[in-house]
Nanobody, 120 residues
Framework: QVHLTESGGGSVQSGGSLRLSCERS????????LGWFRQVPGKARERVAS???????TYADSVQGRFTISEDKAKRTLYLQMDTLKPEDTALYYC??????????????WGQGTQVTVSA
């Protein structure tokens, strides 16, 4: 099991930026994907962005063009740069690792989550 530790959440005004980081406890299998999910109380978790083992990145339509996922392999750290934040981006953000990072069922490891709050 890979331990994932997120940091960088916080409160920001609409239009602002935040950068989330996720450090892994060990190197993952070469076929693993990495990503970010988010959840609002009372709603299902939704994928925000993911990066496959070949470096291919995908984003939810709601964040396309505003969020950027990246990885520093040497530091075993995943990032999510979030720009032009909106109040609807308010959620608990989870760092994930697994075999298929587009759906909850494909995730094998979850971080503890970091809260992002965007005020109008």
């Amino acid at each position: 099991q890979v331990h994932l530790t997120e940091s960088g959440g916080g409160s920001v005004q609409s239009g602002g930026s935040l950068r989330l980081s996720c450090e892994r406890s060990e190197y993952t299998d070469s076929n693993y994907c990495l990503g970010w999910f988010r959840q609002v109380p009372g709603k299902a978790r939704e994928r925000v962005a993911s990066i496959d083992s070949d470096g291919t990145t995908t984003y939810a339509d709601s964040v396309q063009g505003r969020f950027t996922i990246s990885e520093d392999k040497a530091k075993r750290t995943l990032y999510l740069q979030m720009d032009t934040l909106k109040p609807e981006d308010t959620a608990l953000y989870y760092c994930v690792a697994g075999w298929v990072c587009s759906v909850v069922e494909g995730i094998s490891d979850w971080g503890q989550g970091t809260q992002v709050t965007v005020s109008a």
